[in-house]
């Protein structure tokens, strides 16, 4: 009896390979570089002591304190 061997047509269909998954890792990366690239310095703000966030630091402080309140508020955050 040998050892079962996978070969391409008996993959399973939905099954996501390692290679798959690195390639889609590896895409989400560069799309994130390209957009702090494109967002420029930022600054980071801190939420509480397990929470920052980053914000483009050309924003006035009224903007901040309206992204902070719209973060709190979406993550359903208490304190």
Known sequence: MG???NT???K???IITRSD???SNRAVEIMLEEHKSKIGDVVLVVIDDRT???LPSN???A???ARIAN???THKFKK
Do not use: D, H, V, W
């Open 52 to 54: 920052t966030i980053e």
């Open 8 to 10: 391409p047509q008996k």
């Open 71 to 73: 973060y709190k508020k």
């Open 21 to 23: 998954r690195n390639a």
């Open 63 to 65: 903007e901040r304190e």
């Open 59 to 61: 924003l006035s402080q």
């Open 12 to 14: 399973k269909e939905g």
């Open 3 to 5: 050892a079962k061997q």
